[in-house]
């Protein structure tokens, strides 16, 4: 099994700033794409950012130059720092990483989501 476990989700104040970490254990060969992912009320979940093992980067547009994503592949973790936070980014972040367990397939894992709400 593999579990992807979240933390530093919380509640801030528009322009302020949070860091989010994503920690994957279990049974594990390999990870490749590691990212994340939100979901607000109401709305459906989008991506945020995703990082490859080798260290690419990608972004959606509405976060570019305010969120930073990075990884520890000697830990296994992935953290999503947040910077400039508006309200317009309150959401459940969950991480997801791709997994390729020992003699077997990849697979893909999500995380049980964090709460991250802005007030303006």
């Known amino acids: 099994q593999v579990q992807l476990v979240e933390s530093g989700g919380g509640l801030v104040q528009a322009g302020g700033s949070l860091r989010l970490s994503c920690a994957v254990s279990?049974?594990?060969?390999?990870?490749?794409?590691m990212g994340w992912y939100r979901q607000a009320p109401g709305k459906q979940r989008e991506l945020v950012a995703v990082a490859t093992s080798g260290e690419s980067t990608n972004y959606a547009d509405s976060v570019k130059g305010r969120f930073t994503i990075s990884r520890d592949n000697a830990k296994n973790t992935v953290y999503l720092q947040l910077n400039s936070l508006k309200p317009e980014d309150t959401a459940v972040y969950y991480c997801?990483?791709?997994?390729?367990?020992?003699?077997?397939?990849?697979?893909?894992?999500w995380g049980q989501g964090t709460q991250v709400t802005v007030s303006s």
């Open positions: 279990g049974n594990i060969f390999r990870i490749n794409v």
């Open positions: 997801n990483a791709e997994v390729f367990r020992p003699f077997d397939k990849r697979y893909i894992y």
